[in-house]
């Protein structure tokens, strides 16, 4: 079975400063499929950024990266320059490989950008 | 990518009745899916919604209580039935094009029991 762990709950990050949020993965499939997505609190999930296992290049979407670590079965995002409107809930997800595309998700990490 | 309507946004309901939540996509999707998040709570499938047939429910959810139409490659409904104060959640449609193209979600369904 596929686990997804986010170890933090919540993180703090000051404006324009760079945040790491952290994802560990499980699974014995060779091919699968890792996603992150923001949810603000009006509770809509926003897609964020994907990256494939075979994808020997880190993802990258304007200010979000994904560090792809996959000897260590780590999916870390990277946020550059924090914004306040980056405030919200994300969360890590892996893709089934039934060919379905369902999603397994962590519990997520609160983001809170101060002034 | 596709763009997911659902509706409606929110409602509170008593307990004992049924709420039908839609779900309409702009383009013509092969995987609709269906997620509940409880408060605090990570997001959950529920089922897989077959166009043209049953429903695929993930372990745990039974189509007595969650039944799911899907009568085109655009439109998907999830019901809740009989509804308690434990299914006081967010629910969640969602749509993929092919099953190696990122999911994409509505702005969800805030349902309180009462």
């Known amino acids: 079975a596929q686990k997804i762990t986010q170890t933090q709950p919540g993180m703090f990050v000051q404006e324009k400063e760079a945040v790491t949020l952290d994802c560990t993965y499980d699974?014995?499939?060779?091919?699968?499929?890792l996603f992150w997505y923001k949810q603000p609190s009006s509770g809509e999930m926003i897609f964020l950024i994907y990256?494939?296992?075979?994808?020997?290049q880190n993802a990258t979407e304007g200010r979000y990266s994904l560090n792809f670590q996959k000897a260590r079965k780590s999916a870390n995002l990277v946020i550059s320059a924090s914004q306040l409107g980056d405030s919200a809930m994300y969360f890590c997800?892996?893709?089934?490989?039934?060919?379905?595309?369902?999603?397994?998700f962590g519990k997520g990490t609160m983001l809170l950008v101060s002034p | 990518s596709a763009v997911i309507s659902q509706k409606p946004s929110r409602d509170i309901c008593q307990r004992g009745t049924s709420l039908t939540i839609q779900c309409q996509v702009d383009?013509?999707?092969?995987?609709m899916f269906w997620y509940r998040q409880q408060p605090g709570q990570s997001l959950t499938l529920i089922a897989t919604?077959?166009?043209?047939?049953?429903?695929?429910?993930e372990s745990g959810f039974v189509i007595d209580k969650f039944p799911i139409s899907r009568p085109n490659l655009t439109f998907s409904t999830l019901t809740v039935s009989n509804m308690s104060p434990e299914d006081s959640s967010i629910y969640l449609c969602s749509a993929a094009d092919r099953a190696d193209s990122p999911l994409h979600f509505g702005n969800g369904t805030r349902l309180t029991v009462t």
């Open positions: 997800a892996m893709r089934d490989t039934s060919g379905y595309s369902t999603l397994t």
């Open positions: 383009s013509q999707v092969t995987m």
């Open positions: 990256q494939g296992s075979y994808d020997e």
């Open positions: 699974t014995s499939d060779q091919s699968y499929g």
């Open positions: 919604a077959n166009q043209g047939s049953e429903a695929t429910y």
